[in-house]
């Protein structure tokens, strides 16, 4: 049993510090995570359900969850790599983000016919792939789930993650009129500079240390458009990982693996920070 002097003192504490004392008398909404809320393996609990002509993957967080209940009129809409939602990985971390307290939604950007999960099996031309699935494709399918959400589940408040090819969607969903109010990005692709320059929403980066797809030349590139712009921005930079890390990693690399679940905390935290009042 705690000591009535140190509820005193803890109390005090609480009134004193600016973003504790917000929480204070709603311990469930501010209840810290640590990595065990991440699923590296298992079976996805979310369902799958048709808007339109688009799949969504959706998992919605327990009703007892407390953090839920602060986050009741948020969501996190998930925005996969080039595997899609057919990739294990990617169901369960949207899951786990769920598990976060979200309700998040995944659509299927490519329409049944993700790359194979390994893209270097013969017969797969990674070019013809990514030329069949440009913004022009991709940003309506997106666009409809943010209106999903809001129609379907009357959400009001929107964070966005994406995973190498998603991760570049983060952005775009963040420009005026995206629908998004923060982002988080982890080890985007394709990304074009007017794309991070166009955010009008603070973005949050993963990156990983060893990627040929956003390494250090384009990371510098994207930390000085962020610093010469007005949105807030933080870009974390994750030793011993490759391009991918923060959906799939060897789990017998303890480093690896705690990159990943490190990554997944900065998004929720990210999220927690801009999307929800506490
Ligand atoms: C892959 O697709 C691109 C674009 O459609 C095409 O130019 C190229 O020839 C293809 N490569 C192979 C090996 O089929």
């Not at 666009?143 to 952005?171: E, M």
Request: charged letters at 15%; proline letters at 6%; hydrophobic letters at 40%.
């Amino acid at each position: 049993m705690r000591s009535p002097t140190f509820s005193l003192v803890s109390t005090a504490l609480l009134l004193v510090g600016g973003a504790v004392a917000s929480c204070h008398g709603k311990p469930a909404a501010c209840q810290t995570l640590d990595a065990s809320i991440v699923a590296h393996s298992g079976t996805p609990v979310g369902k799958e359900v048709k808007n339109g002509d688009v799949t969504l993957y959706i998992t919605e967080p327990d009703k007892k969850n407390g953090r839920a209940k602060a986050r009741s009129g948020a969501a996190v809409l998930y925005l996969t790599d080039v595997f899609g939602i057919a990739l294990p990985e990617n169901k369960l971390l949207a899951d786990s983000f769920a598990r976060a307290g979200y309700l998040t939604i995944a659509p299927d950007l490519f329409n049944g016919s993700p790359a194979p999960g390994d893209i270097n099996v013969p017969g797969f031309n990674t070019t013809a792939f990514l030329a069949a699935h440009g913004p022009e494709v991709t940003d309506p399918i997106i666009a409809s789930t943010i209106a999903y959400l809001r129609q379907k589940h009357g959400i009001t408040h929107i964070a966005a993650t994406g995973y190498c090819f998603g991760g570049r969607y983060s952005f775009r969903v963040l420009a005026p009129g995206g629908g998004v109010e923060v982002g988080f990005a982890a080890h985007p692709s394709l990304l074009e500079g007017g794309e991070i320059t166009g955010i009008a929403g603070p973005v949050a980066i993963a990156a990983a240390s060893n990627d040929a797809l956003f390494g250090p030349a384009p990371r510098a590139d994207a930390e000085a458009k962020l610093t010469a712009g007005s949105q807030k921005w933080q870009v974390n930079l994750y030793a011993g990982t490759q391009h991918g890390f923060g959906v799939r990693v060897d789990l017998s690399d303890p480093q690896q693996k705690y990159a990943k679940e490190e990554a997944f905390l900065q998004a929720v935290r990210w999220f927690d920070r801009f999307l929800v009042a506490e």
